[in-house]
């Protein structure tokens, strides 16, 4: 099982990033995805989730209305869209799929994102 993402980098606040999560080795169109951030200090935070089939979307209060998670079942790909970037965004992001089937949860080796001017 493999969870690859992209698309971090580096951006000035207000600016926007979109994340990619591939996956490969399960049957992505069962999973529930995932993001989470780590910042420097502090602990693992979920983002944002999706269901396996699209339908139910939850965001943590901090990025209301500012990010927005979606997936292609065909391209076995998540996307995390980030717009009106701030400092406090800065953080290692990772991708997770969850089975529901077998309970078991994978991670991607996350990708970094930094907003400063």
């Known amino acids: 099982v493999h969870l690859v993402e992209s698309g971090g980098g580096y951006v000035q606040p207000g600016g926007s990033l979109t994340l990619s999560c591939t996956v490969s080795?399960?049957?992505?169109?069962?999973?529930?995805m995932s993001w989470f951030r780590q910042a420097p200090g502090k602990g693992r935070e979920l983002v944002a989730q999706?269901?396996?089939?699209?339908?139910?979307?939850w965001y943590a209060e901090s990025v209301k209305g500012r990010f927005t998670i979606s997936r292609d079942n065909a391209k076995a790909t998540v996307y995390l869209q980030m717009n009106s970037l701030k400092p406090d965004d800065t953080a290692v992001y990772y991708c997770?799929?969850?089975?529901?089937?077998?309970?078991?949860?994978?991670w991607g080796q996350g990708t970094q994102v930094t907003v400063s001017s």
């Open positions: 999706i269901s396996s089939d699209g339908v139910t979307i």
């Open positions: 080795g399960l049957l992505f169109s069962r999973c529930r």
């Open positions: 997770q799929a969850y089975l529901r089937t077998t309970y078991d949860d994978y």
